[in-house]
């Protein structure tokens, strides 16, 4: 399938320390992934749902203690700790290699080892990388398959002489709790993964790749890999504008991603594509704008909340060729159900475990069905809403770059940086408040800079500074920043913007300020949308011009606490725990602070 000795070489090693019984290279072809879906429907590795009402749908179920993401669990392995900053666990790579290979040493004995390329991004495009993962799990690769660029086209970017391959190493051993490691050496572009079979650590293209090891690149040659979403903006004249936006968890992205406009947009011509839900990787172009692509192929998304109402293009992406992780079973008819998909739990349920319920009774006694984290891994082509430069090698043009976050108070529902910098700070200070559901103490601030905490590869200070020298490398070609707010509350705790599809508004604005169509009120924050300027056509009732000033309202003394916030969280976070913090960003939170007071 390769010439290429560096893959070669690299993947003998790996097989001589794992010591699997058999060594299969995927190809990517259907006839291959049909005969290794038949294989893991026959061992019960997955179950085949109703091919009738869900066409090429699988089911997989992980182990209790193998749900979700382990952050403490995951490592930035570089040669200096400080290299790893303030927001990752460290280890030295050499003590890391030396725990870690005894664990791998013939752990694929009575397995098959799969060898996976894959290309993250376009194949040919010259801004996607190409990895190899090598798994014992037939999970990973149907899923590696929906999710990536996946088979022997990926090595057509890498070439017969190139080393610049991602290494991933994966085995689900004895999915060991206490043995759990997610570990990344960027220095030497490896991944290994051991001891879990839950996709957000073993599908290692996803977060450890496309965000940690990419991260780590774009740092060292010159472009950024991001947490956040690309959407299009088709308007009525037929102009398309780019947006990315990165957002903490809980805070709506991909439902904005998958944005489908208001009636009154519609009826002028509006459309809405999606470009990516969760990752984009941007480069500057020969025209010295920001280019993203999504280096992705598929949608790893979060069951439990999706539904006809939140969010009915994510749904329509689940009804074919998708894989279904701990959500619930309806055994009358073999298709799946989670919580919020609608209100009627099925009485003959399998829960995510694998127990049979009563579904009706079972959610009235307050238990789920399906896993919170449960998810679905489903074809980006499936997306009604795709935008046809989803393939486009040289990605798309980004005109605006936005931040959210979770504040009840502080923070307006938009407003705009003043420049590249002050937009870099805006992004730094992404922060949300927990609900009571989250943690049982609620309003406790949660600091997640560019929604990019757990993801950041390097130094979160170098982050910073990488992000201010790449706006030096803009110019004025430099995407415009904004920050946006769905979740400001009244007095009596409830949300005073609709949201959905009526944000939709606010991106109206930020394109029109992008576009320079547009004034603005200039406030010791940034430029916040002018009197009327904010289209409320259809929604007056609800957002009426006293709605709309607490919804645009600047409050200086939550802002004089923000600022003290933020200076604690520079020193006590950053700083003291040698995060080397630029001092671009101090100089910018000292001149929000000197015009909050003026």
Not at 563 to 574: D, F, L, N, Q, S
Request: glycine letters at 8%.
């Amino acid at each position: 399938m390769t010439k290429n000795p560096n893959v070669l070489k690299w993947v003998d090693e790996m097989i001589a320390l794992t010591k699997p019984d058999k060594v299969v290279w995927i190809d990517g072809s259907e006839k291959q992934l049909d005969e290794l879906r038949a294989e893991a429907i026959s061992t019960g590795e997955m179950i085949e749902l109703n091919q009738e009402k869900l066409p090429g749908c699988l089911y997989h179920r992980t182990q209790p203690n193998d749900v979700a993401r382990v952050e403490d669990r995951t490592f930035i392995c570089s040669k200096k700790r400080e290299d790893a900053g303030p927001t990752n666990y460290w280890c030295d790579p050499a003590e890391m290699y030396a725990k870690l290979t005894p664990m791998y040493d013939g752990v694929m004995k009575g397995r098959t080892m799969y060898v996976i390329p894959y290309s993250m991004g376009p194949i040919g495009s010259p801004l996607a990388k190409v990895g190899v993962e090598l798994t014992d799990s037939i999970y990973v690769v149907l899923n590696m398959a929906i999710m990536t660029r996946m088979g022997a086209d990926a090595f057509k970017n890498l070439g017969d002489e190139s080393n610049d391959f991602v290494r991933g190493l994966h085995s689900k051993a004895n999915v060991d709790p206490e043995n759990r490691y997610i570990v990344h050496f960027p220095e030497d572009n490896t991944i290994w993964s051991i001891n879990s079979a839950y996709g957000g650590n073993v599908l290692l293209g996803k977060k450890c790749f496309a965000l940690r090891i990419a991260s780590y690149q774009g740092w060292k040659e010159g472009w950024m890999a991001e947490h956040m979403l690309i959407l299009g903006v088709k308007k009525p004249d037929g102009e398309v504008k780019y947006i990315t936006a990165a957002f903490p968890s809980a805070c709506g992205k991909t439902n904005l991603a998958m944005l489908i406009p208001p009636e009154g947009y519609k009826k002028d011509g509006y459309e809405v594509f999606t470009v990516g839900d969760d990752i984009a990787w941007m480069k500057q172009g020969e025209d010295g704008r920001l280019y993203a692509i999504n280096p992705e192929n598929g949608f790893f998304g979060v069951a439990p909340g999706t539904n006809e109402k939140s969010n009915p293009n994510a749904l329509e992406c689940t009804k074919k060729g998708t894989i279904f992780t701990n959500v619930a079973i309806n055994n009358d008819d073999m298709t799946v159900w989670w919580e919020k998909l609608d209100k009627n739990p099925p009485v003959n349920a399998t829960e995510w475990k694998g127990a049979k319920v009563n579904g009706v009774e079972y959610t009235a006694e307050g238990n789920n069905l399906a896993h919170p984290n449960s998810r679905f891994t489903a074809p980006a082509v499936n997306c009604p809403c795709i935008s046809p430069e989803f393939n486009n090698p040289q990605g798309v043009p980004i005109s605006a770059i936005i931040f959210g976050g979770r504040r009840a108070s502080t923070t307006p529902l938009v407003y705009q940086s003043f420049d590249w910098n002050h937009g870099t700070y805006i992004g730094s200070a992404v922060s949300s408040e927990t609900t009571a559901a989250a943690t049982g103490a609620v309003g406790v601030l949660r600091h997640d800079p560019m929604a990019m905490k757990p993801f950041i590869g390097y130094n979160v200070g170098d982050y910073w500074a990488h992000w201010i020298e790449m706006g030096k490398k803009l110019g004025d070609k430099a995407p415009k920043i904004f920050n946006v707010n769905w979740f400001k509350q009244d007095e009596d705790g409830n949300f005073i913007w609709p949201g959905f599809g009526d944000n939709m508004r606010v991106l109206d604005w930020i394109i029109k300020r992008c576009e320079g169509t547009i004034d603005a009120e200039e406030t010791a924050i940034g430029y916040l949308p002018k009197k009327g300027d904010i289209n409320v056509e259809g929604i007056e009732d609800e957002v009426t011009p006293a709605v709309m000033d607490k919804l645009l309202a600047v409050d200086k003394d939550l802002w004089t606490k923000e600022v003290a916030e933020m200076r604690r969280y520079y020193k006590e976070e950053i700083a003291d725990k040698g995060g080397r913090l630029p001092a671009a960003l101090t100089a910018q939170l000292d001149a929000l602070e000197a015009r909050i007071n003026k």
